[in-house]
């Protein structure tokens, strides 16, 4: 009984003790594949719908728009479960707390730059443009 009461014990300790990390996360952001929409003749072809992460771990995304449709890029619950380190934009940074959309009317593209912090599977889109499958998953381990 107290050999099962101590593994209890030791059990609930590991599973509340505090996730440690060390360093600059976002020092040497792996680079995801990029995201180009508009790959097809009818502009609503997409390179890839979904993209894998793990939480504590820099990356970059670049998303480029063939400027065949308009997109306004959102992903709302992936954007609150990040941390932002920028967007670059035509040599230009951007540094934000949180990023609500990419509006592309034409040909551009913007790369982002974040740490996943909380797991979890979150949709990206072209608000207005899913219905037609201009859509994704954002999995984050």
Request: charged share 25%; aromatic share 8%; hydrophobic share 50%.
């Amino acid at each position: 009984m107290i050999a099962r009461s101590l593994a209890v014990l030791a059990a609930t300790a590991l599973v509340a003790a505090p996730a440690l990390a060390e360093g600059f996360l976002a020092a040497k952001p792996e680079k995801l594949p990029d995201l180009v929409i508009g790959t097809d003749d009818a502009g609503y072809g997409v390179s890839q719908k979904d993209f894998a992460m793990v939480t504590g771990k820099g990356y970059r995304l670049k998303i480029v728009s063939t400027g065949k449709k308009e997109c306004a890029w959102v992903a709302p619950e992936f954007a609150a479960a990040v941390w932002l380190r920028k967007v670059e934009v035509k040599k230009v940074e951007i540094k934000v707390a949180q990023l609500n959309e990419i509006e592309m009317e034409d040909e551009g593209e913007a790369e982002l730059f974040f740490v996943p912090v909380k797991p979890g599977d979150y949709t990206w889109m072209c608000r207005g443009l899913e219905g037609k499958g201009v859509t994704g998953k954002l999995v984050v381990k």
